[in-house]
């Protein structure tokens, strides 16, 4: 059984990826405490796992999905002023997963567990996480859109990286459907 001082060196990152994931310090915040309240009042909660890490992880997932539904009118998609991709765009299991990966550093195994499912189904996830933001990019940035529209048009091949297990990157390509631009 998981006891809180194993999961204690988790939580300032995990208040990270709170933020991160909600869009909002603030809001952040007020999930990651929420859920740290019902573990203290009911350890049992804590999901088995194949680490503390993960399990923290996938209990705030839970956590943050129920949040979800209890809250379906909240648009957190505030939009960048700086022309960035908006991770808040994206819907909220991609952007879970684009974060546990990107942000967290959790390995696709690692990742697929905190979210229940899949390795292929989590790969899925990721892959169209990517491909969105690249959609994104394109219709932010006009000479972007332009590179991106041409090479697309002529070899309809997008190409991005993937971490590893062992800590490497892997590259990957994918062959959109449709190419959006501005």
Known sequence: MTSSSEIAPYLPSLRRYSTAVAGSQ?????WWLAMLEELVADFSIFPSASSPRTGLYALYSRF???ALDRVPTW???GGSQS???DVMLLSPVRRQALLLVAAEGFDMVEAAETLRVSEE???????SAYADVVIQRTSHEGEISMCTLANATTSRRLTYFLPTPNG???????????VVSA
């Open 121 to 127: 189904e989590f790969e899925e996830i990721l892959t």
């Open 83 to 85: 022309g960035d991709t």
């Open 168 to 178: 490497g990157v892997e590259k990957r390509e994918y062959t959109p459907d449709v």
């Open 75 to 77: 648009n957190l998609a």
């Open 64 to 66: 943050y999905a129920s």
């Open 26 to 30: 603030m809001i952040g915040d007020a």
